[in-house]
């Protein structure tokens, strides 16, 4: 029978984020870890982006910071005054390479692949069903960053944050490295919320990435339609080259996760790790693994560990309301939160990080009715 202190399942972000962190303190050194996933992480398969005020854990494999962003919306470009922020962009291929190579150089971890099926808990074993063998392991924490969507709910508010980005590449230098575009709006918004953002990583090079926030996705020639039209109408383009692409969908919901249930912790986007006005995940991410990390440490109960603030979940809700409801889209919303508040207030609202009186403030820019109807439609039993 195998045997482990820790199973994390999956290998993306989150898995990886937990496991890097158990890698940087020394308490985990004599401890088995067992790492799962169904498939070996060597493709740029995605872009994590995200804002920090500070150096983070994984500041040594950013691969481009931008301390000037714009916003296009109902009025306008915008240029955003992010002080002290930083927008940030990890390259997945960066990220896997990293954290891989570090698993290089632990004996005490093993990494299994295969399509998980099942995790079998018994009285003295557990029972972990790959596509093409069976693990039989003694008892050991079990976390579970892979997310599995749940059932519809007449009281679950449920969008999708889909997206498709091209790396595109001139031959000649076009692009002001030092300025990305965090939201443009300026496409149209017949499938509902939708914007492009533009991040230069070069003169010559800039990921362009089409998003939505609808209840299904695109068929996968729309996408392209409308990365091609945006190119060639805002950025002026008609000659460049697709040097990559990628495609992710997020799931965008007012359900409240589960940190423990059937025997095991979920983390990341299966834990609840996911903004669900927004979309953002790796910085909630960062957040939760660090937590986890300092309570096995500290030999402190998980169950210990803060959950998503009742108070931040029902703002959430009420965005995804109006969103879901189209009674406010979301060019609106975010055009009349970025013309009447610093971008810096924005973003520490957006991590969960405000206080009360900063959030009313914020709150009290919007538009009053809409947002006062659909809070009170997310308070009915």
């Known amino acids: 029978m195998l045997k482990y202190d820790f199973i994390i399942l999956g290998s ?64 306008p470009n915008a240029a955003l005054d992010i002080h002290p922020y930083q927008y940030k962009m990890i390259r997945g291929i960066d990220f896997y390479n990293y954290c891989f190579e570090r698993i290089k150089q632990c004996p005490n971890i093993d990494i299994k692949y295969g399509e998980l099926k099942s995790v079998v808990h018994e009285t003295e074993k557990i029972t972990i069903c790959l596509e093409e063998e069976e693990l039989h392991c003694t008892p050991a924490i079990i ?157 402190q109960s998980l169950s210990l560990i803060p959950t998503s603030s009742r108070r931040f979940h029902f703002y959430d809700s009420v965005l995804l309301q109006l969103l879901a409801t189209k009674k406010l889209g979301g060019k609106e919303i975010f055009s009349r939160l970025f013309q009447r508040n610093k971008a810096s207030r924005i973003f520490k609202f957006l991590d969960n990080e405000t206080s009360l009186k900063e959030e009313l403030s914020l709150i009290s820019t919007l538009q009053t009715f809409p947002f006062l109807k659909a809070s009170l439609q997310v308070l009915k039993p």
């Open 143 to 299: 976390f579970n960053s892979i997310y599995k969507p749940s059932d519809p709910s007449k009281k679950k508010i449920q969008l999708l944050q889909h997206f498709k980005g091209w790396l595109i590449e001139t031959d000649s230098p076009y692009f002001v490295e030092e300025q990305a575009t965090l939201m443009d709006f300026r496409v149209h918004q017949r499938y509902g919320t939708s914007f492009v953002y533009v991040l230069p990583v070069s003169d010559k090079r800039a990921l362009v990435e089409y998003t939505l926030f609808t209840p299904q996705t695109l068929e996968p020639r729309q996408y392209d339609t409308e990365l091609k039209d945006y190119i060639g109408r805002f950025l002026k383009l008609d000659k460049f080259t697709i040097a990559e692409q990628e495609f992710g969908i997020i799931p965008m919901t007012n359900e409240r996760f589960h940190f423990y249930q059937s025997g095991m912790y979920y983390i990341g986007i299966a834990g609840g790790q996911t903004k669900a006005s927004t979309g953002y995940t790796f910085q909630f991410i960062q957040k939760q693994s660090q937590h986890i990390v300092d309570s096995l440490v500290q030999n």
């Open 12 to 75: 993306g972000a989150a898995g990886l984020s937990l496991l890097m962190r158990m890698i940087a303190s020394s308490h985990f050194n004599n401890k088995k870890i067992l790492l799962i996933d169904r498939d070996i992480k060597n493709k740029n398969d995605r872009t994590w982006c995200f804002w920090e005020n500070k150096d983070g854990f994984f500041d040594h494999i950013v691969y481009k910071k931008w301390s000037q962003l714009s916003f296009y919306g109902e009025s």
